[in-house]
């Protein structure tokens, strides 16, 4: 993982590590802050909490201004289609 390189762990759902999210997301929900963050090490990416989290709660950690303006530019160009969200 650096600027040139990224995990795509679609086809992965065996990696717990996959379902991590970003707090900040398209639009950053009320109260909602990253929990945690990458870290490499060996060329090995990790995701380390930074406080204790509990069971049950949900992970986060910063997927980086880049993929966000990433996924806005498909959105705006009709590449992408975000999931809606359940209420």
């Known amino acids: 993982m650096n600027n040139k390189r990224c995990i795509d762990a679609f086809n992965t759902p065996q990696h717990i590590a996959?379902?991590?999210n970003d707090a900040a997301g398209l639009s950053r929900a009320k109260g909602l802050r990253n929990n945690c963050y990458?870290?490499?090490v060996g060329g090995k990416g990790y995701i380390v909490s930074t406080r204790n989290i509990k069971?049950?709660?949900e992970i986060f950690v910063n997927y980086t201004k880049e993929y966000w303006d990433c996924i806005?530019?498909?959105i705006k160009h009709g590449h992408y289609k975000p999931?809606?969200?359940k209420k």
Do not use: F, L, M, T
Request: charged content about 45%; proline content about 0%; glycine content about 6%.
């Open 72 to 74: 806005r530019y498909n």
């Open 38 to 40: 990458y870290d490499i």
């Open 18 to 20: 996959r379902y991590a």
């Open 83 to 85: 999931k809606k969200s």
């Open 55 to 57: 069971e049950g709660e």
